[in-house]
C-alpha cells in the first residue's frame, strides 16, 4: 500500500477508536465524574481532545476529497449531495441519542459503543478503500467498477 489518502485513513480511523475505547476505560468516566469545566490535568480532557482532533485533521475533510474522487464524473455532484444529506442525518440522530445513550448505557457503555463503531468504519475503510495517491479519476473508476465497489453502494447487495 503506498502511503497516501488511505494510510492516512487508515492510521487516524485507528486513533479515533483506540481513543473512543480509552474513553471507555477511563476511571473518571467509569465513575461519572468527568468535569471539563475545573482548571487542572484530567486525563478525559485530553482523550475527548485527541479525538475531536483526530477527526478534524482527518477523517473529517480527507472523506470529503476521497468522495470526490471515488464517484463517476455523471454521479458526483448527486451523491456527494446525498452524501451531505446523511452525514448531517447521522450528525443529527447522534446527538438525538447522545443523551440516552448517556442516562441508559452510562459514560463507558456508550464511549464503548463508539469505540465499536468507529472499529466497523476502520474495517470497512480497509477492506473497500482503494489507494487513490497517483491514480487518474479514469484508472480510479476502472478498479472500482473492477473491484464491484459501485454495486456494493448502489444496489446493497454484498460481495
Not at 463508539?114 to 478503500?129: D, M, Q, R, S
Not at 473508476?141 to 453502494?153: G, N, S
Request: glycine content about 8%; overall charge positive.
Amino acid at each position: 500500500m503506498q502511503k497516501g489518502k488511505k494510510s492516512s485513513v487508515v492510521l487516524i480511523a485507528l486513533v479515533v477508536a483506540m481513543g473512543f475505547f480509552l474513553m471507555g476505560f477511563d476511571p473518571s468516566v467509569i465513575s461519572g465524574i468527568i468535569k471539563f469545566i475545573e482548571p487542572g490535568f484530567n486525563l478525559s480532557k485530553i482523550e475527548l481532545g485527541w479525538e475531536v482532533t483526530s477527526f478534524a485533521v482527518s477523517l473529517g475533510p480527507v472523506m470529503w476529497v476521497l468522495f470526490s474522487e471515488l464517484f463517476p464524473n455523471k454521479i458526483r455532484g448527486m451523491t456527494i449531495s446525498f452524501i451531505g444529506f446523511v452525514n448531517s442525518a447521522v450528525s443529527f440522530w447522534v446527538q438525538l441519542v447522545s443523551p440516552w445513550e448517556l442516562a441508559k448505557l452510562g459514560s463507558t457503555g456508550t464511549f464503548l459503543l463508539y469505540g465499536v463503531f468507529a472499529l466497523t468504519g476502520l474495517i470497512v475503510i480497509v477492506k473497500l478503500l482503494p489507494e487513490t495517491k497517483g491514480k487518474s479519476l479514469e484508472e480510479l473508476e476502472a478498479i472500482l467498477v473492477k473491484q464491484k465497489l459501485h454495486k456494493i453502494i448502489f444496489t446493497n447487495q454484498l460481495l
